[in-house]
């Protein structure tokens, strides 16, 4: 209590403080923090005084900041022991009071502020997801519809050469009897005609690889005009 009352008095406090239950109602009065600093600095409790690096250590800052706290809570001391008669009980406890709403108020808007700061990080945690997720749909869905015009560009150039080996078949087939023994074209025809198997085998199969392909395409946003129009090809 005596170091109490000089730390007080260096700061042009008018009246001695004394009294413990006087000292622990101001004390009361400070913020949390503030009452840590100040119980440990005069020995309030069961540990002396403690310097301001064995304070700062305990309390987790370095030892210039346990200064500024503890000067921040005498000066709020000093204001009331200057203003307000701090032996009329009722007064004192008002201001207590008081202050403790303040606190309570300034903690319920940082815990608001923090609940919207966490809202408005989720919410643009979110969007930036849905981004991206929309970016990668677009790229498998881009992907898709590049394979499935390289797939169907593919089946009509083998539609052409089927026309074209269909339409050479048929000329050599309509040569008259006694042409065809002048020139022997037996060979080329059965020629032709294997190519023109084996392309029917691969547009099957390029049909077939196509249908497979629309019906199962990709997630994404704009699938459905895309394969409307290949499909329509």
Do not use: Y
């Not at 101001?26 to 503030?34: N, T, Y």
């Not at 840590?36 to 409790?45: A, S």
């Not at 084996?198 to 199962?216: F, K, Y």
């Amino acid at each position: 209590m005596e170091l109490f009352a000089a730390r007080l008095a260096k700061r042009d406090v008018e009246r001695p403080i004394t009294d413990h239950r006087t000292i622990e109602r101001l004390i009361a009065m400070l913020e949390p923090h503030e009452q840590q600093v100040v119980r440990l600095r005069i020995g309030l409790g069961p540990s002396p005084a403690l310097t301001l690096a064995a304070t700062a250590k305990i309390v987790g800052v370095s030892p210039s900041r346990i200064g500024q706290i503890e000067d921040k809570a005498f000066r709020r001391i000093r204001w009331v022991c200057n203003n307000i008669d701090i032996h009329d009980r009722s007064a004192l406890d008002a201001l207590i009071a008081r202050r403790h709403d303040e606190a309570a108020e300034a903690e319920r808007i940082r815990k608001r502020d923090a609940l919207q700061k966490a809202l408005d990080q989720e919410r643009k945690r979110k969007a930036k997801q849905d981004r991206d997720e929309v970016r990668r749909a677009k790229a498998r869905d881009s992907a898709w519809n590049r394979k499935l015009r390289m797939a169907q560009a593919e089946l009509d150039r083998m539609k052409s050469d089927a026309q074209f080996f269909a339409e050479q078949i048929a000329q050599i087939e309509q040569r008259a009897n006694w042409l065809r023994a002048i020139l022997p074209r037996d060979r080329q025809l059965a020629a032709l005609r294997e190519q023109a198997d084996e392309i029917r085998d691969a547009i099957a199969s390029a049909e077939a690889s196509i249908s497979n392909m629309l019906a199962s395409p990709p997630d994404g946003p704009q699938l459905g005009k895309e394969a409307s129009t290949n499909d329509g090809h």
